[in-house]
């Protein structure tokens, strides 16, 4: 899609609201996709599941028992959290200290799914992404798992990344290097996934959210085919 075509587009006019939601499982291609069609459309950036690690980290480094679901919901509370919201820069800080590699971290892949369902913590989490929403006067592409379903129901174009479970294991597995085996590859996605489906629903798209299957796509082929699915529906509405 041309950057002529979408510039001509009347809802990308400055000024007026435009929100992108964007769910999907892990190493459905969320981010990378989400943060290109952000430069695309000249939109903020959030990425909420960066906001879900950043708090996983916070706990771990404080000695805070990830079990402990009370004091879980108090360290979300207490979270002193900056993150970036450009698609040209990427910063996750927790008190000021640059925690952006560290929230990728296996370790903190492994244990993110029990901050994850933990409701209070989401409570807080989700009021301070419906914040940033706002802050940017509704102009954003904002991507996780709940965003279409309960952070921004009424955005204005709701989508659904999807790709097979084989495509999303091999992608994760370049991503990092080759470093994991088939077995923490599958701890990493498969079963996070599994478990974070017993909090939200992020496997079959909700009523008006469309669904974009990236398995057989490439990495452009996907930005593309999000931005027709953008434009069509801005276009219909
Ligand atoms: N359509 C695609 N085809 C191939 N690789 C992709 C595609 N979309 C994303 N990727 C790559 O797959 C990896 C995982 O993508 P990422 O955006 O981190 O997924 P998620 O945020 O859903 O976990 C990244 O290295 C990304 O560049
Ligand atoms: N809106 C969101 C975003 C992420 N999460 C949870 C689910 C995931 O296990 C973690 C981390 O999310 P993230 O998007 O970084 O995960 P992947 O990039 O798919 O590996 O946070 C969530 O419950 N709700």
């Not at 360290?75 to 200290?97: F, I, K």
Request: charge should be negative; aromatic fraction near 2%.
């Amino acid at each position: 899609m041309t950057q002529e075509l979408l510039d001509t587009l009347p809802a990308l006019r400055v000024g007026r609201p435009l929100v992108v939601a964007i769910d999907g499982p892990s190493g459905s291609g969320k981010s990378s996709v989400s943060k290109e069609v952000a430069r695309r459309l000249r939109l903020a950036y959030l990425d909420t599941g960066a906001m879900y690690r950043a708090l996983t980290w916070f706990c771990i480094n404080t000695g805070i028992d990830l079990n402990d679901a009370a004091s879980v919901e108090q360290a979300a509370r207490d979270l002193v959290l900056d993150v970036s919201t450009t698609p040209q820069e990427e910063y996750v800080r927790v008190d000021g200290a640059d925690v952006t590699a560290a929230i990728r971290e296996p370790e903190i892949s492994s244990a993110v799914s029990i901050v994850a369902t933990t409701l209070g913590a989401r409570t807080e989490l989700i009021r301070r992404q419906r914040e940033l929403i706002e802050k940017h006067h509704r102009r954003m592409v904002v991507e996780g798992r709940d965003i279409t379903t309960v952070v921004a129901p009424g955005a204005e174009v709701r989508m659904l990344l999807t790709a097979s479970e084989e495509a999303r294991l091999r992608r994760r597995g370049i991503q990092m290097g080759g470093t994991q085996n088939a077995e923490q590859l599958a701890a990493q996605v498969t079963q996070r996934d599994a478990k974070d489906s017993t909090v939200v629903n992020f496997t079959q798209a909700a009523d008006g959210v469309v669904t974009l299957d990236s398995s057989e796509l490439d990495f452009d082929e996907t930005v593309d085919a999000a931005l027709v699915i953008v434009t069509k529906v801005l276009n219909r509405d």
